[in-house]
């Protein structure tokens, strides 16, 4: 009998642990951007192969099937495999820092003239342009509504857009009271984004209208985690707050005295444990059940990228182009390697490899030689 529940068990957690290892679909991996996998990487990683844009990378690439898709700032969208070498790109009109999103066969981004584009994830060719006012920073995410894909994505124009996946058409506009700059987060029929208004915003995706919204206070630069009912997130002031989605309120808050630096990345959640870092140089590990500091260690610059989690471990880029693995359950400093140049978008880790661009317009992958 017990072996028969243990097979069974096996059976229904096959898919997410395939899923976990062969993908990094969406940015932070999951739809609920935890940015955690189950599989922690090579204990020695090299530097096996990169890719050389034209300008500085600022998105986070995401990776399937061994292709990794990532724009940059010379108007160029990429698709290339492990090794480097080119399968295809795409000429857009601007500059690109938005992670895109790897769904259905289609590639979904957005650009700085607030383009959000639709690409044949195998060939690149064009399916369908969506113009939102402003530009697009935050990847989308999205939700099969009533037999219909909603793409949920933040612009400077105030807006998060509702958009179908087939055919590109604009289905509903949720208007804030200020920028989106980071990604909304997955929870049940609703995504949640923090506003540089200073809001939690919670927001159906079948009808694009507020379920609820929370006041922060100050702005919101980074993406919220979702785990169950609760939603993590930093502001600009330097506090993380744990946020009950469902009774609306701020369930504990997480304020260092000592530093009052903006949490521009985006915290990465296992188990019990938050880890994110700060402006302030400062790599924290924060209790998920009430708030207390763990450990924090102090990194070689200022952390805008948001970590990773892997098995036990924790990779963390910092703007002076240090990557650091840290002990996710210590905080001891285990690698560390020199790219040279800023870090600002965050990596993926898919088949045993971790992949992450910078501004010297590189994208580089790292593995078991």
């Known amino acids: 009998m017990k072996i028969g529940l243990i097979t069974i068990f096996l059976f229904l957690s096959l898919p997410n642990l395939l899923f976990a290892q062969s993908e990094w679909p969406i940015f932070r991996g999951n739809r609920e951007l935890t940015a955690s996998l189950p599989t922690d990487l090579p204990a020695k990683l090299d530097l096996l192969a990169s890719f050389q844009t034209d300008d500085e990378v600022k998105a986070s690439p995401v990776v399937k099937n061994g292709i990794v898709y990532c724009g940059s700032t010379d108007g160029y969208f990429y698709a290339f495999n492990l090794n480097g070498e080119l399968k295809w790109k795409y000429k857009t009109e601007n500059g690109i820092e938005a992670p895109a999103v790897l769904l259905d066969g289609k590639v979904v981004f957005g650009c700085l003239d607030g383009e ?104 919101v630069a980074s993406s919220p985690a979702i785990v169950g009912n609760i939603a993590y997130v930093g502001d600009y002031d330097g506090r993380f707050f744990a946020v009950d989605l469902e009774a609306g309120k701020v369930m504990w808050t997480y304020d260092n005295p000592d530093k009052d630096l903006p949490f521009i990345a985006s915290p990465a959640i296992s188990g019990d444990l938050i880890v994110l870092g700060n402006e302030d140089r400062q790599l924290y590990a924060i209790s998920r059940k009430d708030g207390k500091l763990v450990w924090s260690k102090r990194l070689s610059n200022r952390i805008d990228s948001s970590s990773v989690i892997a098995g036990k471990s924790v990779f963390t880029a910092t703007m002076d182009g240090m990557l650091y693995r840290h002990d996710l359950a210590t905080g001891e400093q285990l690698w560390t390697y020199d790219i040279g140049s800023q870090i600002a978008g965050s990596p993926a880790i898919c088949d045993g490899k971790l992949v992450v661009g910078a501004n010297d317009g590189r994208i580089y992958i790292f593995g078991k030689d």
Not at 129 to 152: F, H, M, P, R
Not at 185 to 192: C, F, I, N, T
């Open 116 to 219: 959000f584009i639709c690409l044949n994830e195998n060939d690149g060719s064009l399916i369908w342009k969506y113009k939102t006012e402003n530009q697009i920073t935050g990847s989308a995410n999205w939700k099969n509504v009533g037999g219909k894909i909603v793409l949920a994505v933040g612009s400077y124009d105030y807006f998060l857009h509702g958009v179908n996946l087939s055919d590109g058409v604009g289905l509903w506009k949720y208007e804030s009271n200020n920028f989106i700059n980071g990604a909304p987060a997955l929870s049940k029929d609703a995504v949640v984004f923090g506003g540089c208004d200073g809001f939690l915003h919670i927001v159906s995706l079948k009808t694009g209208e507020a379920v609820r919204t929370i006041e922060l206070s100050t702005y």
